[in-house]
């Protein structure tokens, strides 16, 4: 069993989990959210309520939700992540139990008392909602339930009534049946017997005759006749055939028929009196006069050539201009509303001295984005490799494919992800990106930054192009057990990556938010030397110093708690996403691990490592970590524990540089 003070992030994930089922049911974690208190006192449980100044507001409650849809995460399973490590005085299962409790969720309380805890079921009020409901009837009803429970019901009878109504329902009749009641002789009480007697059918389908009226005796039921009805404008001397359809040829008559024949059409004497006009007459009469209402319609030659030949009435008049004017003018309106090639993208004017390529150079130099995993390797002439595919990964917002023949230099080529939709406006999302990664991102060059040399915006989709780098991301070579980083790589790789944090930060008045820094985000070239890359999901705030409430990006395990809770992002968000980097490199474990009974690394790290050191997660296979009588890897998990920190006491980026590039001078 559990204790009280076990804290709620390091439950097991079959007790989070069942915990989560209980809580998700009618949204009952928002009752459970909207009491949950600013403070919690290590050893009191007995949490104090302030009602009127609670820990979560309206806002968020919305970004919970919003963080369920877009992470596909259970709304409790966040709010507990997010409670459980948020504060000074982190929630231990006594909290909870009592929360849930004043929350009067019983349901979730019984189960963290019992199964959790081993203790007796919380008590619950004796009246109101939360008041146990008594499931045993009261005598008059139990004597009910013992007469419906005696009686016998011939089975022959019940097989009858079945076979009946299988019956109806292949005939597709509906069987009105008549309701008989009678007394059962035995017992007490009058038990109604349904006996099914068929008085009549009753059609669900109409039915429609050629003939005759439908009736079934009842003058009130009748169903009229469609096609012979006395006031159908179709004539009854129409020949008619099993389909209700006249005969063409009746209409190509003429003789005893109300409408005159097609033929009749082209004859000038039969259809005077009928005012309609000789077709042929249409197209060889230069003018013709059906009445003196209808307007003159020149001959259709007469609108093809410039001459005085046009009738005089025509001739000064604005109103019937000369088809080829016509034809030009349309064609010439198409041809400026379409775009002029296939793209749905709009034409963008971008402010950058960056080349552009076109989608067919790309696609020639990634051989048609071919999918086939390309295998990274310092070796360039393997990279160069036409058998070798071009397919290098993907993320969140596009695939990545190697070009060659671009530049005089490998290049990787980014495809964004493009809805199917037959047109992109420039006010899009997904074009303000694009633009926001070509002319704001090209102004930035760093050493330790993936630049962007190029980008194509006339195809099917944006392409963005950035150096390639040979080495793979950092998270895959800690993976490798057989490519083993030295932890002096290690602590490069740290103080480039954080110099490199520091520069976007600082660079301009205006600071640039990675968001989203993690080690898979991380690229090494061939001599271990790091890349930052993906902005694409940078953030540019007003100053270095703003913070603000927007939707959370990211990924969760690497997110400081404020973003995760409120949105609240800040230079201090990837600093507190730089220290889980850290953790990283110096014990080699995945960010996130469902094996583990703490999944995630931080919860894993405070778990295994109570004296401040540390020395018991230490991968070793990257060397001593001892330097000059120093351990390099103890200084190295105080800045990680420093950028972990809750907000306010967590250093900025350029702080953690300061810190990092001290160990060096040792």
Not at 65 to 85: F, K, M, P, Q, V
Not at 102 to 128: C, H, I, S
Request: proline letters at 5%; hydrophobic letters at 35%.
């Amino acid at each position: 069993m559990m204790e009280s003070s076990l804290e709620i992030r390091k439950l097991p994930p079959s007790a989070l989990g069942e915990l989560v089922k209980i809580l998700e049911y009618n949204e009952s974690w928002k009752r459970l959210m909207a009491i949950v208190p600013k403070h919690l006192e290590k050893n009191n449980y007995d949490c104090l309520i302030d009602r009127f100044n609670p820990k979560y507001n309206s806002e968020h409650f919305r970004l919970i939700e919003n963080a369920s849809i877009s992470l596909h995460r259970a709304c409790t399973e966040i709010l507990l992540d997010e409670w459980g490590t948020s504060d000074r005085v982190l929630p231990a299962l006594g909290h909870l139990l009592n929360l849930l409790k004043k929350a009067e969720l019983y349901r979730a309380a019984d189960f963290v008392a019992v199964n959790l805890m081993g203790l007796e079921t919380p008590e619950r009020p004796k009246e109101g909602p939360a008041a146990l409901i008594s499931t045993t009837l009261p005598p008059e009803s139990q004597e009910i339930e013992s007469i419906l429970d005696n009686i016998n019901v011939n089975s022959s009878d019940i097989e009858n009534l079945n076979s009946e109504v299988n019956s109806n329902s292949d005939n597709n009749n509906m069987v009105v049946p008549t309701i008989t009641i009678t007394q059962n002789s035995s017992g007490s009480a009058n038990i109604p017997v349904v006996v099914n007697n068929r008085e009549r059918e009753v059609s669900d389908m109409m039915k429609f005759s050629s003939s005759e009226i439908i009736s079934n005796g009842d003058s009130s039921f009748q169903v009229p006749l469609v096609i012979n009805n006395t006031e159908s404008v179709v004539s009854n001397t129409i020949p008619v055939d099993d389909n209700n359809l006249p005969d063409l040829s009746v209409l190509n008559a003429g003789d005893d028929f109300e409408l005159p024949a097609l033929t009749a059409l082209n004859l000038n004497s039969d259809v005077a009196s009928s005012n309609l006009p000789d077709f042929t007459g249409l197209i060889s009469k230069p003018e013709i006069s059906l009445q003196n209402s209808v307007p003159i319609i020149p001959h259709i030659s007469q609108l093809l050539v410039e001459d005085n030949n046009i009738p005089s009435s025509l001739s000064n008049s604005d109103e019937i201009p000369l088809l080829n004017i016509l034809m030009h003018s349309t064609v010439t309106e198409a041809q400026s509303s379409k775009p002029t090639c296939s793209s749905p993208l709009p034409n963008l004017s971008l402010n950058t001295l960056l080349p552009h390529f076109t989608y067919a150079e790309l696609e020639a130099a990634t051989q048609n984005f071919n999918e086939t995993p390309h295998e990274n390797s310092c070796d360039m002439e393997k990279t160069l490799d036409e058998s070798n595919g071009r397919f290098l990964g993907c993320g969140a917002f596009g695939s990545v494919f190697l070009a060659l023949g671009l530049l005089g230099k490998p290049i990787a080529v980014k495809k964004l992800y493009l809805d199917e939709v037959e047109e992109v406006n420039v006010d899009d999302t997904i074009t303000k990106q694009f633009r926001n990664e070509v002319e704001v991102l090209s102004k930035y060059k760093h050493d330790n930054l993936l630049s962007i040399c190029g980008y194509s915006c006339d195809g099917p989709t944006y392409c963005l192009m950035y150096d390639y780098i040979s080495g793979g991301a950092l998270n895959y070579r800690l993976e490798k057990n057989s490519e083993h980083l030295e932890w002096k790589d290690r602590l490069a790789i740290a103080s480039g990556t954080a110099d490199a944090v520091s520069y976007l930060h600082t660079a301009f008045n205006t600071p640039l938010i990675h968001r989203d820094i993690k080690t898979a985000n991380i690229l090494l070239d061939c001599a271990n030397k790091p890349k930052l890359g993906d902005f694409g999901i940078i953030k540019l705030l007003a100053n270095q110093n703003t913070t603000i409430a927007t939707t959370t990006i990211g990924t969760t395990v690497y997110m400081a708690p404020e973003a995760h809770r409120s949105g609240d992002v800040s230079v201090k968000t990837d600093s507190f996403s730089f220290g889980v980097v850290i953790l990283e490199l110096l014990t080699s474990l995945p960010p996130l691990d469902d094996a583990r009974d703490s999944r995630d690394l931080i919860s894993h790290v405070d778990e295994m490592c109570e004296d401040e050191s540390i020395l018991p997660l230490l991968d070793l296979q990257a060397g001593s970590w001892m330097e000059n009588e120093m351990h390099i890897g103890e200084k190295l998990y105080r800045i990680a524990t420093c950028c972990l920190d809750e907000k306010r006491r967590r250093p900025n980026m350029v702080e953690v540089t300061y810190m990092i590039k001290n160990i060096y001078d040792y």
